[in-house]
């Protein structure tokens, strides 16, 4: 069974830091681009950050850039998403997702996801 399983979430202050991991399991990730989603509560499910296969090539939206930053261990089969500087407006519940059939990250807030995981919940919260 093809799985991808997100941990990581939690409560944290503003200002904080998270580290989401994405676990693949039933395949090998390193044949699939890892895009990471959120969606808050009562919002649409927002595109956030995107890896290649190899690690080569990352992009982010403009409202995390430069606090968050995507990786992937293959020989772990993990992703990550590691979060810095924390705003209240960052609360959602996070989702990783995964495709065998995109090389690069091009349009990949508008591309079809195979794999998804099942949330984690991250709070920014004083």
């Not at 989603?37 to 190899?54: D, P």
């Not at 430069?66 to 979060?83: E, H, P, W």
């Amino acid at each position: 069974q093809l799985q991808l399983v997100e941990s990581g979430g939690g409560l944290v202050q503003p200002g904080g830091s998270l580290r989401l991991s994405c676990a693949a399991s039933g395949f090998t990730l390193d044949l699939y681009t890892i895009t990471w989603f959120r969606q808050a509560a009562g919002k649409g499910r927002e595109a956030i950050s995107c890896i290649s296969r190899i690690g080569d090539e990352t992009k982010y939206t403009d409202s995390v850039k430069g606090r968050f930053t995507i990786s992937r261990d293959n020989a772990k089969n993990t992703a990550y998403l590691q979060m810095n500087s924390l705003k209240e407006e960052d609360t959602a519940v996070y989702y990783c997702a995964a495709s065998s059939g995109y090389l690069s990250c091009s349009q990949y807030a508008i591309r079809t996801w195979d794999l998804w995981g099942q949330g984690t919940q991250v709070t920014v919260s004083s």
